[in-house]
T-cell receptor, first 116, second 111 residues
Framework: GDSVTQMEGPVTLSEEAFLTINCTYT??????LFWYVQYPGEGLQLLLK?????DKGSNKGFEATYRKETTSFHLEKGSVQVSDSAVYFC???????????????FGKGTKLSVIP | SQTIHQWPATLVQPVGSPLSLECTVE??????LYWYRQAAGRGLQLLFY??????ISSEVPQNLSASRPQDRQFILSSKKLLLSDSGFYLC??????????FGEGSRLTVL
């Protein structure tokens, strides 16, 4: 079945450091790929997405490129801020759940802490 | 615009007591609805999804059940809670491209 593997955290960085959170996937079809972010005590919010190979998703300074050859979707940010402290989830959408919609398979999440 | 709300936000219940978590979506029709559980160190686990009124699919056998009495209402229930039911429960709805929109979450502690 489909699966998503993320680097284990927690990740602790100093403000303005470069961030990479690795994500690799296995899927039988051609999934869409997502990064979600969860701030403390809140639900998940979509951070960025990519729907086909070589697409680059970007938002709030974060980027991730859909690499089919390496089945990866690594999240990067050039200069993190304290406000980026959160849990980041990589996810793929592949399995059809009916009525034109798909289910998401999530990674286990990576907790990022940014210190001043 | 679409919004999703779930409640209660926090719940502390004794073992063996019943549970009811409610989720409603506004601003869209016939959404696909989902219940996820987030347990410490285990990521997100899909519990139930629904593609229409009265249509519930269960992903994991467990002590919980779900119902969809109205198009934009999704309820998570249990008749008798277990300690292992503790966790952070998230309701979500989806667009056709698989993108999920999550509620604020409900933290359940079973004592």
């Amino acid at each position: 079945g489909d699966s998503v593997t993320q680097m284990e955290g927690p990740v602790t960085l100093s403000e303005e450091a470069f961030l990479t959170i690795n994500c690799t996937y296995t899927a039988t079809g051609y999934p869409s790929l997502f990064w979600y972010v969860q701030y403390p005590g809140e639900g998940l919010q979509l951070l960025l997405k990519a729907t086909k190979a070589d697409d680059k998703g970007s938002n709030k300074g974060f980027e991730a490129t859909y690499r089919k050859e390496t089945t990866s979707f690594h999240l990067e940010k050039g200069s993190v801020q304290v406000s980026d402290s959160a849990v980041y989830f990589c996810a793929l959408s592949d399995r059809y759940s009916g009525a034109g919609s798909y289910q998401l398979t999530f990674g286990k999440g990576t907790k990022l802490s940014v210190i001043p | 615009s679409q919004t999703i709300h779930q409640w209660p936000a926090t719940l502390v219940q004794p073992v063996g007591s019943p549970l009811s978590l409610e989720c409603t979506v506004e601003g869209t029709s016939n959404p696909n609805l989902y219940w996820y559980r987030q347990a410490a160190g285990r990521g997100l686990q899909l519990l139930f999804y629904s593609v229409g009124i009265g249509q519930i699919s269960s992903e994991v056998p467990q002590n919980l059940s779900a119902s969809r009495p109205q198009d934009r209402q999704f309820i998570l229930s249990s008749k008798k809670l277990l300690l292992s039911d503790s966790g952070f429960y998230l309701c979500a709805w989806s667009l056709q491209n698989g993108e999920l929109f999550f509620g604020e979450g409900s933290r359940l502690t079973v004592l």
